[in-house]
């Protein structure tokens, strides 16, 4: 934890989140560009207004994710990419795909300071 800018109380590090408002192309280039330049760690099943995340296929499918987030489901797609562990999370609304992206390495460290 570091100081405050006054000096009296601690503050403590937040972890970046990114949000984001996809369409149906920018979605398909996101599934696109996990398949082709990260690796791809595990996804994560959440069915329409479900409390807990669904069961998962043994073997974790970016088309399989594609089509559960088609059919209302939301995913969380976690892989690596640029030496980071990265969690997507995919919801859809009426507006789009909306994307929270969160970098699990960061936030490793954040909550776990040297």
């Known amino acids: 934890m570091s100081e405050s800018i006054d000096g009296t109380s601690p503050v403590t590090p937040v972890t970046p989140v990114q949000e984001a408002l996809l369409d149906e192309p920018t979605t398909r280039q996101l599934f696109f560009d996990i ?3 990260a690796e791809l760690i595990d996804v994560v099943y959440k069915g329409p207004g479900a409390r807990r995340a669904d069961p998962v296929p043994a073997t974790p499918s970016l088309a399989d994710a594609h089509r559960a987030l088609a059919s209302g489901h939301a995913v969380q ?3 690596r990419f640029g030496g980071e562990e990265w969690w997507d999370t995919l919801i859809g609304t009426e507006a789009g795909v909306r994307l929270v992206r ?3 390495s960061r936030a490793l460290a954040v909550s776990d300071p040297p």
């Open 35 to 37: 398949e082709h330049a």
């Open 77 to 79: 797609l976690r892989y």
């Open 102 to 104: 969160i970098s699990h």
